[in-house]
């Protein structure tokens, strides 16, 4: 009997692929959304989403591998299961909402130069129903970095409604020692 015939190998076959230069020319749309989507990893007071859009399955897969592996500070990198529309999967990548979070997709983007032969001017960032050009001092400014930012900024918009529906309003600030006797003191 042939012993080759039956010879498995216990071992799984590793892959050894990796992306290399131009692999993504054409298949990423150089738009970052942010926060247009619930984080799995947290509250979205703690966590920042930013997706990106792909022309391709694997491709998707490969950016996703690529954000997870390569970055210390993306705590979870996942693919759409399905089509957003045919042919287009999207890319999510979870971030902590904290000071550096700009230079971090900044230099992100800056690295996919070489995948995607995109600059970091050529991208656009659409947060909260508006699209600008990507900089990080757009992203700093619109984008809040901190959860108590984060709490504000969502608090804001929703108090007028919330008053309107007879719904307490929350409060912007987090009360104090010093805040409660101030207010005490004034007879609020």
């Given at each position: 009997m042939n012993q080759n015939k039956h010879n498995h190998n216990p071992l799984p076959r590793l892959l050894s692929e990796a992306l290399?230069?131009?692999?993504?020319?054409?298949?990423?749309?150089?738009?970052?959304?942010?926060?247009?989507f619930d984080s799995k990893m947290?509250?979205?007071?703690?966590?920042i989403t930013v997706s990106f859009f792909?022309?391709?399955?694997q491709a998707a897969q490969d950016l996703a591998n690529w954000f997870e592996k390569g970055?210390?500070?993306?705590?979870?990198?996942?693919?759409?299961?399905?089509?957003?529309?045919?042919?287009?999967?999207?890319?999510?990548?979870?971030?902590?909402?904290?000071?550096?979070?700009?230079?971090?997709?900044?230099?992100?983007?800056?690295?996919?130069?070489?995948?995607?032969?995109?600059?970091?001017?050529?991208?656009?960032?659409?947060?909260?129903?508006?699209?600008?050009?990507?900089?990080q001092e757009a992203f700093d400014r619109l984008v809040p970095l901190s959860p108590r930012e984060y709490r504000r900024q969502k608090n804001?918009?929703?108090n007028p409604l919330r008053s309107a529906s007879g719904i307490d309003v929350k409060s912007d600030y987090e009360s104090t020692p010093e805040i409660k006797k101030l207010q005490s003191a004034a007879g609020i």
């Open positions: 290399s230069y131009k692999d993504m020319e054409g298949m990423i749309k150089p738009t970052i959304h942010v926060d247009e947290g509250d979205d007071d703690e966590i792909v022309r391709d399955r970055y210390d500070w993306v705590l979870d990198a996942d693919v759409s299961p399905g089509e957003i529309r045919p042919g287009r999967y999207l890319v999510f990548i979870e971030m902590r909402r904290r000071s550096l979070a700009g230079q971090h997709i900044k230099d992100a983007l800056s690295d996919l130069e070489t995948l995607t032969e995109l600059s970091v001017s050529d991208w656009l960032m659409h947060y909260d129903d508006q699209e600008t050009e990507f900089s804001q918009d929703l």
